[in-house]
């Protein structure tokens, strides 16, 4: 028996839905791309010469962050390289004592003998110790040397200098009659800036703070003024600092404080604020400590 045929009316062509299932998946492959391209250029809508400019900064943060480490590494082998020079000169003038009283003594050398061999067994230490502290002191000078070359090869030409911090009044102004006095904060110190014409610099630690002279001065001559105000320029690490030489302003002189933060290394331009800027007398000065009589 013959199969029966489908008639011409039962066939469903695939072809115009294939057609559209190919432009779709086009569709969403250029819309990707597209998506793609512009992720690659987006730049937080920042130039390219901002972009260039930050990227030279953190560059320069980095390289300077290394020679601050150098110099600490630095100061360590000075120190060290000058204790050594302070044991080698104790110890020459022990062996010159001890040289005077074996020359100068025959007597006593008949009478005891055992106390001779003792101070020549000390000299013979003295010449050996001695000759290790040289030795060390000419390997300090060789480190620090190669130190001094390595801070001289990371320093920062000229042309790249870190850009100065320019500090900016905030809102719309200030009265006339206002008077504004600056502090740095920084890593455990404070900075006067130029409040008597030069700028004076202290440690920031409460014992310093509450006892300085100068920075006491400082304080009473500004509270004299109702309309004077101190603004506290806090660096990236110069919060704990700020928290003593404020605290001791606010509290104990009853001073207008005010804090600014100042973000980088960059020198502080105040040009905005030098119709604001207020003066007062210099510290007095401190007697000199009398000299102390060395012992004979």
Not at 260 to 268: E, H, K, M, V, W
Not at 284 to 295: F, N
Request: net charge positive.
């Amino acid at each position: 028996m013959a199969k029966r045929r489908h008639s011409a009316k039962d066939e469903i062509l695939l072809v115009p839905f294939l057609d559209i299932l190919c432009s779709l998946i086009g569709v969403l492959i250029l819309i990707i791309v597209v998506l793609c391209v512009s992720q690659s250029q987006q730049t937080n809508g920042r130039s390219p010469e901002e972009v260039q400019m930050a990227q030279e900064h953190k560059r320069m943060k980095k390289e300077l962050e290394e020679r601050e480490k150098l110099d600490v590494v630095l100061k360590e082998k000075i120190a060290e390289l000058q204790k050594l020079q302070v044991e080698i000169e104790d110890k020459e003038q022990r062996y010159l004592k001890f040289r005077r009283l074996l020359s100068s003594s025959k007597e006593l050398q008949d009478k005891n003998k055992q106390i001779a061999t003792k101070l020549q067994k000390e000299l013979d230490d003295l010449l050996t110790e001695i000759d290790g502290l040289k030795q060390q002191q000419e390997d300090s000078k060789k480190i620090i040397a190669d130190l001094m070359a390595e801070i001289k090869k990371r320093q920062v030409p000229l042309d790249k200098k870190v850009p100065p911090v320019v500090v900016q009044p905030s809102g719309t102004g200030m009265p006339e009659t206002t008077k504004v006095y600056f502090v740095e904060c920084a890593t455990g110190a404070l900075k006067i800036l130029g409040a008597w014409g030069e700028d004076y610099r202290l440690s920031a630690t409460a014992e310093v703070v509450v006892a300085d002279p100068a920075y006491n001065h400082f304080l009473t001559e500004v509270a004299k003024d109702k309309n004077s105000i101190i603004l506290y320029l806090i660096r990236d690490d110069g919060q704990a600092a700020f928290n003593n030489g404020a605290g001791r302003a606010e509290n104990d002189y009853k001073v207008r404080v005010g804090k600014l933060p100042i973000p980088g290394r960059g020198q502080l331009d105040l040009a905005l604020f030098q119709k604001y800027r207020g003066k007062i007398s210099p510290p007095p000065a401190t007697p000199a400590a009398a000299p102390v009589k060395p012992k004979v």
